[in-house]
């Protein structure tokens, strides 16, 4: 059983190391432990700082492509190199390294296949009352859109087994954390939440600029992921409503038309106006549908060349 922790990184030699001096050297259950970077176009000794440490492997970017794609880039360098379960963390040493056996446990066990660490975020004392707020408002969107219970969907302290990884898509440029909960919740991929520990602040976040900025990015997010995957009944629901209007005003129309009282055609134009924008709603909503089906097609065909594809390496 081999376990690689990967770590994205954008110019994180002040920290990194102090990030890597946390990890585990030993989990019972797992028979090999190794480190992966993801070096995210960094302009500072971070490549140096990894080398110098022992890290296995090192996954370099020519320029910034953001943490959506680092991600993704690791998640495939893990498992071409083997890797049975891949553990995500953070360069700044936000996660407490001995959380690590925590979140793998559930699933050496074979309980689960995606592991969230669940940050104490009342208790942390270097997020602002807003931020916190909103960190809880943002896990409870995501649930609701992800039909999951995870309470800190924005952790990106998390593990995979390799049969989820292998499934795992991020299409947006901006952040793997959220999406992710919300296709493994659309998709049946059993994931669950443990509580973990973290440590004081070593610099401020860089995945946002602003806090308006953090919350309108992620909505964005969280709105593409949910139609996505629930196309049709999103949809009809954003058409239902011009629809229902349209009726109701097609209704006063009909009761003066039938009292003989003139006028209010202009009534009939909304009206039927607001009913044909409903309907045209829906049948894009079904044309969305179909699109969705045929990626989940694609999705399964991605997965099967994906295995193919890194057994294959293991095998040589």
């Known amino acids: 059983m081999k376990l690689i922790i990967q770590i994205p990184c954008y110019n994180e030699a002040e920290t990194l190391e102090i990030a890597l001096n946390d990890l585990p050297k030993h989990i019972d259950g797992i028979d090999e432990i190794e480190y992966l970077i993801i070096n995210d176009g960094s302009r500072d000794a971070t490549v140096e700082v990894a080398k110098r440490w022992g890290v296995n492997y090192v996954v370099n970017f020519r320029r910034n492509k953001g943490l959506a794609h680092g991600f993704m880039a690791g998640i495939d360098a893990c498992l071409r190199n083997g890797a049975d379960i891949i553990v995500n963390t953070d360069a700044d040493n936000q996660y407490n390294g001995d959380d690590i056996e925590t979140i793998v446990r559930p699933i050496l066990e074979g309980k689960t296949d995606i592991v969230i660490g669940e940050r104490p975020i009342d208790k942390t004392e270097h997020f602002s009352p807003l931020k916190k707020k909103l960190q809880h408002f943002g896990s409870w ?73 953090y919350v309108k990015k992620s909505m964005v997010t969280i709105l593409r992921a949910y139609l996505m995957y629930s196309p049709l009944k999103t949809f009809t629901i954003i058409g239902l409503i011009p629809f229902l209007i349209g009726v109701i005003i097609d209704i006063r129309y009909l009761f003066y038309f039938f009292q003989d009282v003139g006028g209010h055609i202009q009534s009939l134009i909304l009206g039927s106006t607001l009913i044909m924008v409903g309907f045209m709603t829906f049948v894009i909503g079904l044309l969305a549908d179909i699109i969705s089906k045929n990626r989940k097609i694609l999705e399964d065909v991605q997965y099967h060349v994906r295995k193919m594809d890194y057994d294959r390496d293991n095998t040589r």
Do not use: H, W
């Open 141 to 213: 969107v995501v649930r609701k859109a992800s039909n999951s219970n995870i309470p800190d969907a924005p952790s990106g302290f998390r593990a995979f087994s390799r049969e989820a990884a292998m499934r795992l898509n991020v299409t947006n440029e901006y952040t793997y954390t959220l999406e992710t909960i919300v296709q493994a919740g659309r998709e049946k991929i059993a994931q669950t939440s443990v509580p973990i520990r973290t440590n004081g602040e070593l610099r401020p976040s860089r995945l946002f600029n602003s806090m308006m900025g």
